[in-house]
């Protein structure tokens, strides 16, 4: 079956502008989840949603950024007024997770964003 | 704050060799662990995930070990291929609520052919 998806895979922006990323989970997975890895760092969590709403959004690193999954598949990372140290591969994973019983995290191929 | 290191950051071995590769994390109370391997310019692939109440989990060449009392899991990787050049991750998953993955910076291999 599918994988999990994401696009764009490559994202070129200049200060200052807005951009969304989408991506789109393994079909049924209840569990969403954005991380940012930076070159050589390994990936850093953002925001985890089970279903349609948001169940931790600890990682945000500050309120230019919003992610949201309104009809629990499909969600969109948000970016308002980009700066140079927002570039970085933006990923998304997914996770069956029924019933609160954790399982593996599948990890999308990435957007990578570049903010000149 | 849960932190997760692997040593060495990179290694580079012959064809064949067996392998360990080790990471340790700090906190103990975790749901599970998981090893992903990153190809270059690529996402994350799973390899394998053990949870916490498991010692060992088997994948073909692969077996994950996990001492989560010592904050401890090894990967073992039996005669290595150039085809298993990648970076490995390992990123245990915290228990608490959230169901997030803390990573390190990986260990970067190399198998010469």
């Known amino acids: 079956g599918a994988g999990v998806s994401q696009t764009p895979s490559n994202k070129v922006t200049e200060k200052g502008k807005y951009v969304e990323l989408r991506c789109d989970p393994i079909?049924?997975?209840?569990?969403l989840y954005w991380y940012r890895q930076s070159l050589g760092q390994g990936p850093e969590f953002l925001i985890y949603f089970q279903g349609t709403g948001a169940a931790d959004d600890s990682g945000l690193p500050n309120d230019r950024f919003f992610a949201v999954r309104p009809e629990g598949s499909v969600s969109t990372l948000k970016i308002q007024r980009t700066e140079r140290g927002d570039s970085a591969v933006y990923l998304c994973a997914s996770s069956l997770s029924v019933g609160g019983l954790t399982d593996t995290q599948y990890f999308g191929p990435g957007t990578r964003l570049t903010v000149l | 704050k849960q932190e997760v290191t692997q040593i060495p950051a990179a290694l580079s071995v012959p064809e064949g060799e067996n392998l360990v590769l080790n990471c340790s994390f700090t906190d103990s109370a975790i749901y599970n662990l998981q090893w992903f391997r990153q190809d270059p310019g690529k996402g994350l692939t799973s390899l394998l995930l053990?949870?916490?109440?498991?010692r060992e989990q088997t994948s073909g060449r692969l077996n994950a070990s996990l001492d989560k009392s010592s904050g401890r899991s090894t990967l073992y990787i039996a005669a290595s291929q150039p085809g298993d050049s990648a970076t490995y991750l390992c990123a245990p998953q915290l228990r608490g609520g959230s169901e997030k993955l803390v990573f390190g910076k990986g260990m970067k291999l190399t198998v010469n052919p």
């Open positions: 053990i949870q916490s109440s498991q």
């Open positions: 079909s049924g997975h209840t569990a």
